[in-house]
């Protein structure tokens, strides 16, 4: 049976979603094809009829998951995004969660289409923590809330990897994610008074 160019797009959205989920969770090496394409309910022998590649389909589902992410964190102003950042529940679900905290040390390694990717989906946190904290009007309050939003971003996704590099029931992980937590929600709550 012929399979329509509709369902084709489906099929390969499906398996783009159930990449981003499975990279996350187990990093790009964690993850071959054969066990991609039967989580996504596929063979593996269908997977070249969607990418050129693993690493084709690395980049794309960098930017899903980057796109769950900004679904996810809308409406979030800076300390909403922090708390929720730096919680426990997200720290726990790696393959529901950001794709930086989980996928940057793996990315750095990647080709140059999935560095692109986490490129243009870092700068959309960015552009989002800043949109969270003030309006874009090309003045030094904006290249301020900016350097603000780069040095948030760095140290939220920080605590994140290091919490989530101890033991599950680690009184450390939830202390690292408790201490950054505190730190972050205080700065943001100066810089917003200010």
């Given at each position: 049976m012929?399979?329509?160019k509709a369902q084709m797009q489906a099929n390969r959205a499906h398996i783009v979603?159930?990449?981003?989920?499975?990279?996350?969770e187990r990093g790009y090496d964690g993850v071959g094809i054969a066990?991609?394409?039967?989580?996504?309910?596929?063979?593996?022998?269908?997977?070249?009829?969607h990418f050129g590649s693993k690493a084709d389909l690395m980049a794309e589902a960098a930017r899903c998951g980057f796109e769950q992410g900004t679904a996810k964190a809308e409406g979030f102003d800076a300390q909403a995004f922090v708390g929720y950042y730096l919680s426990r529940k997200h720290r726990d679900d790696r393959a529901d969660g950001c794709t930086v905290a989980a996928l940057s040390g793996d990315a750095?390694?990647?080709?140059?289409s999935t560095?692109?990717?986490?490129?243009?989906?870092i700068e959309s946190m960015l552009h989002g923590l800043?949109?969270?904290?003030?309006?874009q009007d090309g003045s030094g309050r904006?290249?301020?809330?900016?350097?603000?939003?780069?040095?948030?971003?760095?140290?939220?996704v920080g605590a994140l990897v290091l919490s989530r590099a101890c033991p599950d029931d680690s009184p450390l992980a939830d202390e690292i994610l408790d201490v950054c937590r505190a730190a972050?929600?205080?700065?943001?709550?100066?810089?917003?008074?200010?």
């Open positions: 012929k399979v329509t979603k159930t990449a981003s989920h499975l990279f996350r066990d991609l394409m039967g989580a996504a309910g596929f063979t593996h022998g269908g997977f070249y009829k750095a390694r990647q080709p140059e560095k692109e990717a986490f490129a243009a989906g800043a949109d969270g904290v003030g309006a904006e290249r301020n809330l900016r350097a603000q939003s780069i040095d948030t971003i760095a140290q939220v972050v929600l205080s700065r943001t709550s100066a810089s917003a008074g200010a």
